[in-house]
């Protein structure tokens, strides 16, 4: 079992920054991969960002170069950089870690609003 909790959303006007973070915790050494993903009211989930265990990230295009994905191992941690954001990423981010087994896991959710 592994448990997530996503820290650092809120409220921030256009053009603002945010970092999250997802603390991982319990039998973390299966992880592979810790991603985002998002989802706004009204949508499906989407793929934000992922790091994987060597480094290698990947982003969604509506992110790329605005967004950050990055991770400290010694604190089975990942983050979420988010810059010059936008009305439209307004939503629930989802951390979610990807298992050299079976299964996924995912973090409860943390409220991201972009608004003035």
């Known amino acids: 079992q592994v448990q997530l909790a996503e820290s650092g959303g809120g409220l921030v006007q256009p053009g603002g920054s945010l970092r999250l973070s997802c603390a991982a915790s319990?039998?973390?050494?299966?992880?592979?991969?810790m991603a985002w993903y998002r989802q706004a009211p009204g949508n499906q989930r989407e793929f934000v960002a992922i790091?994987?265990?060597?480094?290698?990230?990947d982003y969604a295009g509506s992110v790329k170069g605005r967004f950050t994905i990055s991770r400290d191992n010694t604190k089975n941690t990942a983050y979420l950089q988010m810059n010059s954001l936008k009305p439209e990423d307004t939503a629930v981010y989802y951390c979610?870690?990807?298992?050299?087994?079976?299964?996924?896991?995912w973090g409860r959710g943390i409220q991201v609003t972009i608004s003035s």
């Open positions: 790091i994987e265990n060597d480094g290698h990230t």
């Open positions: 319990g039998n973390t050494a299966t992880i592979v991969a």
């Open positions: 979610k870690t990807e298992h050299s087994g079976p299964g996924d896991y």
